[in-house]
């Protein structure tokens, strides 16, 4: 299993409005990360989980709130969000975090991404 | 800092012709990885190629390689034999402790 699964696919919340993104991979993995892209731009990192801990916050508002439950989960936890948030929320997983320093080659596994609009 | 540059926006192919993408990157590290992803519309971004910095060989994948200039740090893409299902954008990352991203290339494909 190669994947990286995300729910929902698509996500319209009002403002005022909690909501979770949902983020699943079952290749033993031990980082992972969400990154948030908007059209036609790159992905721009939000957070990286190492070992079930967060360990990379670039930042993001505290109306993001990720979480990883266990090795195999990524949560983000939406409220309160602005308009401007909207765009399309990707996970990702690689096989450990710190790229060539952790002995891998920092590879990234991406989900198919949660498009989110806030109205 | 680490940047990754991509200086062509967008680039056209024809069907069955070859196409070279460009990315450049600034970096201190003597040993890194380079990656190339395709974003299609269908928005999951799939690995292309691989290249390791202490190989001097080019990485090649089927109807891609790269071009690996570790002293220019220049790192293109060649598409070859270019497909409908081709057309995407391409990003170039380079990883440390994270993966950071060009600002992308729109590819066309025209049959």
């Known amino acids: 299993d190669t994947e990286v699964t995300q729910t929902p696919k698509h996500l319209v919340m009002g403002m005022t409005n909690k909501k979770s993104l949902k983020c699943e991979q079952h290749?033993?993995?031990?980082?992972m990360y969400w990154y948030k892209q908007k059209a036609k731009k790159p992905p721009e990192l939000m957070f990286v989980?190492?070992?079930?801990?967060?360990?990379i916050n670039e930042s993001v508002p505290s109306r993001f709130s990720p979480e990883c439950p266990n090795s195999s989960l990524l949560n983000l936890h939406l409220h309160a969000l602005q308009p401007e948030d909207s765009a399309l929320y990707l996970c990702?997983?690689?096989?450990?975090?710190?790229?060539?320093?952790?002995?891998?080659?920092?590879?990234?596994?991406f989900g198919e991404g949660s498009r989110l609009t806030v109205l | 800092a680490q940047t990754v540059t991509q200086s062509q926006p967008e680039m056209s192919v024809q069907e069955a012709e070859t196409v070279t993408l460009s990315c450049t990157y600034d970096?201190?590290?003597?040993?890194?990885?380079l990656f190339w992803y395709k974003q299609p519309p269908s928005r999951q971004m799939i690995l292309v190629i691989r290249?390791?910095?202490?190989?001097?060989q080019n990485a090649t994948e089927n109807r891609f390689s790269v071009n690996f200039q570790k002293a220019a740090k220049s790192f293109s893409l060649k598409i070859s034999d270019s497909q409908l299902g081709d057309a995407a954008m391409y990003f170039c990352?380079?990883?440390?402790?994270?993966?950071?991203f060009g600002t992308g290339t729109r590819l066309q494909v025209f049959p």
């Open positions: 989980y190492s070992y079930e801990k967060l360990s």
């Open positions: 290249q390791e910095a202490y190989k001097q």
């Open positions: 970096t201190s590290e003597s040993d890194y990885y």
């Open positions: 290749m033993g993995h031990r980082a």
């Open positions: 990352a380079y990883n440390t402790d994270k993966l950071i």
């Open positions: 990702a997983s690689s096989q450990k975090p710190g790229g060539l320093a952790g002995g891998t080659t920092g590879e990234l596994f």
